[in-house]
């Protein structure tokens, strides 16, 4: 029902940045929780960052915080992060997901295809 379209990855030296995107389809978003994973060869999946989107509130892994951002495009109904000060530990395929509202309290989740993260040391 819910498809979710990532963009931005690429190859960024130590210190750079990268935003990366996601774009969600449907028409309204106002139960979903939207949020990014990662994961690295050879590791778990990981949480990065999460956002609800009727609040905008956001929540963190402690890995990244004070480095990442995570944001919403109501409009777009696009979800963005915002990647500074990137370290070669955050190489990973990262990967958006949507935590959706499914029937009598049960939730539903969503994930996109991935897109590719490289920080060069």
């Known amino acids: 029902q819910v498809q979710l379209v990532e963009s931005g990855g690429g190859l960024v030296q130590t210190g750079g940045s990268l935003r990366l995107s996601c774009a969600a389809s449907g028409r309204t978003f106002s139960g979903y929780v939207m949020g990014w994973f990662r994961q690295a060869p050879g590791k778990e999946r990981e949480f990065v960052a999460a956002i609800r989107w009727s609040t905008g509130s956001t929540d963190y892994a402690d890995s990244v915080k004070g480095r990442f951002t995570i944001s919403r495009d109501n409009a777009k109904t696009t979800v963005y992060l915002q990647m500074n000060s990137l370290k070669p530990e955050d190489t990973a395929v990262y990967f958006c997901?949507?935590?959706?509202?499914?029937?009598?309290?049960?939730?539903?989740?969503?994930w996109g295809q991935g897109t590719q993260v490289t920080v060069s040391s």
């Open positions: 997901n949507a935590d959706a509202p499914g029937r009598y309290g049960t939730r539903r989740n969503y």
